[in-house]
């Protein structure tokens, strides 16, 4: 079975300041990690995958997320962010027959 | 890609009575699954919607209480039937094209559902 961790469930900061949102899986076979985002009032949206290959992933929207094999984590982080990064923050596992189980989400706020 | 709609995209309903939440794909698709979101929490998988037969329903999810039905490859229902205020929620179709973990799903816009 396969599970997702998202340590925390706020996150606040200042615009133009740097984010990490937390993420850790647990599953006993190879995995594909994705991050989701959702603004307000809206649909999901696929901000990055890793299915393999390089560790680092760049995703829309200036967002990277780094897999981590050794420590089962999948962060996604920002160097600066916007007003417009508001939005609740998924991360999603699966492994095969394309079946994702998400994470309990990370809200992102950003304070001018 | 995929665009998928869904109808309705929002409902107010009464205790007891049921509602069917349709959802349609702009291509063919593999795979269609439907989704819960209660408020302020994350996404629920309810089942794998399977073409030409019975949908492959998650752990807490009966047949009974949400029957699935997927006549081709761009069309969906879930019913959520004899309902509760605890079934106030979000309910979103999402799609792959593929078959693999690997790919992309793509989600539809949600139905917002609040039961009376």
């Known amino acids: 079975a396969q599970s997702v961790t998202q340590l925390d469930s706020q996150v606040p900061v200042f615009e133009e300041a740097p984010v990490e949102l937390r993420c850790n899986y647990s599953s006993s076979v190879s995995v594909y990690l994705f991050w989701y985002v959702q603004y307000p009032n809206q649909g999901l949206q696929l901000l990055l995958k890793y299915l393999s290959g390089s560790t680092l992933v760049k995703g829309i929207n200036g967002f990277e997320a780094e897999f981590n094999k050794s420590q089962t984590s999948f962060h996604l982080r920002k160097p600066s962010v916007h007003i417009s990064d508001t939005a609740e923050y998924f991360c999603a596992v699966s492994s095969s027959a394309s079946k994702i189980i998400f994470g309990s989400g990370t809200r992102l706020s950003i304070r001018p | 890609s995929a665009v998928i709609s869904q109808k309705p995209s929002r409902d107010i309903c009464q205790r007891g009575t049921s509602l069917t939440i349709q959802c349609q794909v702009d291509s063919q698709v593999t795979m269609m699954f439907w989704y819960r979101q209660q408020p302020g929490q994350s996404l629920t998988l309810i089942a794998t919607?399977?073409?030409?037969?019975?949908?492959?329903?998650e752990s807490g999810f009966v047949i009974d209480k949400f029957p699935i039905s997927r006549p081709n490859l761009t069309f969906s229902t879930l019913t959520v039937s004899n309902m509760s205020p605890e079934d106030s929620s979000i309910y979103l179709c999402s799609v792959t094209v593929g078959t693999s973990g690997s790919d992309e799903q793509f989600f539809g816009p949600g139905t917002r559902l609040t039961v009376l």
């Open positions: 919607a399977n073409q030409g037969s019975e949908a492959t329903y």
